[in-house]
């Protein structure tokens, strides 16, 4: 299959409004949960996912944190201009950036920038009682353009040195909330639109999937001997971005940044780097692990930069003169662990931008749990590629039994 030129209308279907979740249900275990198994396909309630799994499985989970990323600044003239944190600009690293004190920057989406030409906004406030000031100034020159748009570059600077960047953000900032939601962000989603495990702050969408898991279902999958692993990958807007060219060979990827420790990397080895993913998110990053040891058989002394995968890497052939060497998953993730020892550190930083399409062959994951997901869009593709092309008897079955769709909707388990 000839993956670039996949028609994106053959991945379209009919999402009435009234199937997208605008909330959560009440209890987050309590959503349906479709199951396909081999081509057959029938359904569940999500609390009894474990009983589905099979014993002394490896289950990998998203432990990233949605940050208040979406801040409001009200100019003199009346004009609301919204600044929307991408990722960091100075420092770049994340743990780094929350602890700042005084300034930072941020590469950020600006909503209203045409009342935005020039000078500074500014937002007065108070944080556990002590006054602040927040101002922020757009740096055009350093901002980003790209296929997928601008990122502008922010940078912040605020007058009380004795508050990090979190606490600002935790004060004033909101959690992004997807936009066919087409509601306000209320004060509930700052619990529901959290995984229960979620722990690394960076996101500006949840990984979705991990939002249905309880404490209960959590220990039931313990109690059947499979053991949990977390990786880190923060969700960015682009996971919304529809795909808009005719072929998926238009649309560029956006790049997420995935953060894997080395006892993740051993567990994979003791599992014959086979996984259960839960989400899109670990999904991309076990895959990209996978692409990541191939550069490493051929470079191994890569630097941290080097480590990024790029969209149409595992794609490439001698027709483009190119030629992936193909290995073995396990010596992929033995590299890995090879160059950490070399590099004297516990822990993977790299970057990917794979699209996940059909006509991929998958390498680590072979079960996945996530919800459903917009038409014409990469995560559909990706599901497509999991189920070798069959989403369309997934999706028809959810589709006439009442399933809920998207961020807050329904579960499934997908075994091909």
């Not at 990958?233 to 649309?251: M, N, Q, R």
């Not at 630097?303 to 998953?329: A, C, S």
């Amino acid at each position: 299959m000839d993956t670039k030129h996949i028609k994106t209308g053959d991945y379209d279907y009919a999402l009435p409004d009234e199937r997208i979740a605008k909330f959560p249900l009440a209890r987050r275990d309590h959503s349906k949960l479709l199951i396909y198994e081999h081509g057959k396909v029938y359904e569940d309630i999500f609390y009894n996912l474990p009983d589905h799994l099979p014993k002394h499985a490896l289950m990998v989970f998203n432990n990233t944190r949605v940050i208040q990323a979406r801040m409001h600044f009200r100019k003199e003239t009346g004009a609301l201009i919204e600044v929307f944190l991408m990722e960091p600009a100075a420092p770049t690293d994340y743990e780094q950036m929350f602890q700042t004190k005084g300034k930072c920057s941020w590469l950020c989406m600006i909503g209203n920038l045409k009342k935005w030409k020039e000078g500074a906004l500014k937002h007065e406030f108070a944080i556990k009682g002590e006054p602040l000031t927040l101002s922020v100034t757009m740096n055009r020159e350093k901002s980003v353009h790209h296929a997928t748009g601008t990122n502008y570059r922010v940078d912040f600077t605020w007058d009380n040195t004795n508050i990090s960047f979190a606490e600002i953000l935790e004060a004033v900032g909101e959690l992004p909330i997807p936009p066919y939601l087409n509601r306000e962000t209320q004060e509930s989603d700052k619990i529901t639109y959290q995984t229960v495990y979620s722990k690394i702050k960076g996101s500006v969408a949840a990984p979705t999937a991990g939002l249905h898991f309880t404490d209960e279902v959590l220990k039931a999958i313990d109690n059947r001997a499979i053991e949990r692993e977390e990786v880190t990958l923060h969700v960015g807007a682009g996971t919304f971005k529809p795909v808009k060219s005719k072929e998926i060979e238009g649309h560029e990827m956006h790049t997420e940044y995935v953060v894997v420790h080395r006892h993740t990397l051993e567990s994979l080895l003791k599992h014959d780097c086979k996984a259960i993913a839960v989400g899109t998110t670990s999904v991309r990053t076990l895959e990209s692990l996978y692409y990541i040891g191939v550069k490493l058989a051929s470079n191994p002394d890569a630097t941290e930069e080097e480590l990024h995968v790029n969209q149409w890497e595992p794609y490439e052939d001698e027709r483009e003169g190119k030629t992936v060497k193909y290995i073995m998953p396990t010596e992929a993730i033995q590299n890995i662990i090879d160059w950490l020892d070399r590099s004297g550190t516990e822990v993977l930083h790299g970057s990917t931008q794979i699209i996940i399409a059909p006509g991929y062959e998958y390498k680590i994951v072979k079960m996945l749990i996530t919800n459903f997901h917009q038409p014409q869009s990469t995560l559909l593709l990706l599901v497509s590629a999991f189920v070798n092309g069959d989403w369309k008897k997934i999706y028809d079955y959810a589709l006439h039994n009442g399933f809920r769709f998207l961020s807050y909707g329904d579960s499934s388990l997908l075994i091909p």
